[in-house]
């Protein structure tokens, strides 16, 4: 909503990385940056091209900026919350095109969302980040069905799920975030976890393995996994 300027056309806002960087001539840069509206899904993009952002839907200007982040080739794309504020079919659409793109184009991706759905279903692997450092890190499937690190745990408690007694309310994480100019010197979610013993706060935890290639930055993992297997056999 606020990434593209909204007193220059979206062919303008395209073209600028393909002269600033690529040093196109403006009737190249124009030419290419259809091909680029295009590929990513806008409707007649030689006849839009002079269009403002104001005309297009939120998915569409989402498209746009995919087609800016395309324009010189990256090795990496960085996708920082590409669904928020579309619709569930808008988002599929969005996510599936990145996809396309990325295998197209060979391309690496990082994605950075809050919505774990959309992590289980986009990457191989995944950071869980607190506080600035990271807490818990592995191939996504490990991370999902074997987490570990108290925070973690509580935001997967914090999701509603089908099977959910009617009335139960949502686990929620006491406390506030602490902030960033001013952290802890030990773990940053300290305070805030039932497991905080005062070995927690003199230094930063280093991260432990929990399975090959899966990690968590926490001392009381022993705590955790007791406090699980006793969930599980109740």
């Known amino acids: 909503m606020t990434a593209l300027n909204p007193v220059h056309s979206i062919g303008r806002q395209v073209a600028e990385p393909l002269r600033l960087h690529r040093g196109m001539s403006a009737a190249d840069a124009r030419k ?6 295009d590929r990513v899904g806008i409707p007649d993009a030689a006849r839009r091209i002079d269009a403002y952002p104001h005309q297009f839907s939120g998915g569409q200007r989402q498209r746009i900026t995919i087609a800016m982040a395309l324009a010189c080739g990256p090795d990496l794309l960085i996708a920082d919350e590409p669904t928020t504020a579309l619709d569930v079919t808008i988002q599929r ?3 599936d095109l990145i996809r396309e793109l990325v295998a197209e184009r060979g391309m690496a991706l990082m994605l950075i969302s ?3 759905g959309v992590i289980a279903q986009n990457v191989r692997r995944m950071l ?3 506080g600035g450092s990271v807490v818990e890190s592995g191939p996504t499937a490990s991370v999902f069905a074997n987490r570990m690190h108290p925070y973690t745990l509580g935001l997967f408690g914090a999701r509603p799920g089908l099977r959910s007694a009617r009335g139960r309310r949502l686990a929620t994480i006491p406390g506030t975030v602490p902030e960033l100019v001013d952290l802890p010197k030990g773990c940053p ?3 805030r ?3 905080t013993i005062p070995e927690c706060n003199p230094e930063l935890p280093p991260p432990f393995e929990v399975e090959p290639e899966h990690r968590a930055r926490c001392i ?7 406090e699980k297997n006793m969930e599980v056999a109740a």
Do not use: K, P, S, T
Request: with cysteine; charged share 20%; proline share 0%.
């Open 128 to 130: 869980v980040m607190y």
């Open 220 to 226: 009381r993992l022993d705590a955790v996994a007791a």
């Open 114 to 116: 809050h919505d774990l």
């Open 32 to 37: 290419e940056a259809i091909a680029l509206l």
């Open 189 to 191: 979610f300290a305070g």
């Open 93 to 95: 659409q969005i996510l």
């Open 193 to 195: 976890c039932r497991f």
